[in-house]
């Protein structure tokens, strides 16, 4: 399979298609992005890189570090952290609380955004400078890049984070949380105003296609029933309440970010990020979700 020839193709297509979406504007300063960007990057197993359109252009990755930091625990916290997060698709969009109330205080998935509330607090139990650790592991999935948080995103989303902020509230109010509020949002705005390339991104999550081991850092970084269960959690609810249609369209593990980023996994194959920053009314990548959508048609082989 020639993947350079492969996701031009895919690029092409979309950029034909002409399609349209609205750029998150909930956090103002994401708002403030060249609408028109695409690119789209793979790597293979043997870490080629392949790349294409804006593919180099780091951009704010928000929910896509939710994977990131799920990793980070997954190993410290193993069945404990079960007891805290569900792992069911909850149907519900990402800032949702009505389900908070009566499931008591355990969040249905790591990757709404309470549950992932509940996993950057357990981060700082674990860790005395969870952000620094957070950067520090990103950096060495991503092959020892610089990824940086960008403070304005960051202080952006503080300055307009009543919901987030009613979440850890909530789950505090259910001894679901143990650290201060401020202190984990703090975290928690850090990780998700992170900025990152496709390249930086695919490569990042390049250890979930290759049963847990990364070659980009050289070591085994989840165990490969560890790694499995992310790839479970990504497919059934990475995209929120557009889950079951990401896979049925796609038919990969993703997750996407309101920046308009989506990273996924073809297990044993690739890892993949693309990347356009106008949204669909479910809060993902219009064109990054179409891409797949070409891409998965395209390939000679399939998850299923
Ligand atoms: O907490 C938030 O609302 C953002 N920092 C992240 C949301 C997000 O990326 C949802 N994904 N599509």
């Given amino acids: 399979m020639d993947y350079q020839q492969l996701i031009e193709e895919v690029y092409q297509e ?3 298609e002409n399609l349209k979406g609205k750029v998150a504007d909930y956090i103002p300063e994401i708002g403030n992005v060249n609408p028109d960007q695409f690119g789209i990057a793979l790597v293979d197993l043997k870490g080629n890189v392949y790349g294409v359109g804006d593919h180099q252009v780091p951009f704010s990755i928000q929910s896509i570090s939710k994977v990131h930091t799920l990793t980070m625990v997954f190993n410290v916290f193993n069945s404990k952290l079960w007891s805290r997060v569900n792992v069911e698709p909850s149907g519900d969009p990402f800032n949702s609380i009505a389900q908070l109330e009566y499931e008591k205080g355990i969040p249905r998935n790591p990757f709404i955004n309470a549950g992932a509330l509940v996993i950057t607090d357990a981060l700082c139990s674990k860790f005395e400078n969870p952000i620094e650790r957070i950067s520090d592991f990103i950096n060495e999935l991503a092959g020892d890049t610089c990824v940086k948080i960008n ?17 850890a509230y909530f789950l505090k109010s259910f001894k679901n949380f143990n650290n ?11 990780h998700c105003a992170m900025e ?3 390249v930086d991104l695919a490569k990042s999550f390049s250890f979930l296609a290759n049963d847990g081991y990364s070659i980009f ?3 085994q970084i989840l165990t490969e029933s560890q790694s499995r269960r992310v790839n479970a959690l990504m497919l059934t609810c990475g995209f929120y309440d557009e889950a079951g249609e990401f896979a049925f369209k796609v038919g990969l593990p993703g997750k996407s970010g309101v920046g308009g980023g989506v990273a996924a ?3 044993h194959k690739f890892s993949i990020a693309v990347w356009s920053p106008e949204l669909n009314e ?3 990548s219009v064109k990054a979700i179409r891409a797949l959508e070409l891409l998965t048609d395209k390939l000679a082989f399939s998850l299923f």
């Fill in 282 to 284: 479910k809060g993902n």
């Fill in 14 to 16: 979309v950029q034909a």
């Fill in 265 to 267: 996994v073809m297990p």
């Fill in 217 to 219: 850092a050289d070591r």
């Fill in 180 to 190: 201060p509020i401020d202190e984990v949002l703090d975290v928690y705005f850090s």
């Fill in 196 to 198: 990152m390339s496709c």
């Fill in 151 to 167: 403070p304005e995103v960051q202080a952006s989303e503080k300055n307009h984070g009543e919901r987030n902020t009613a979440l």
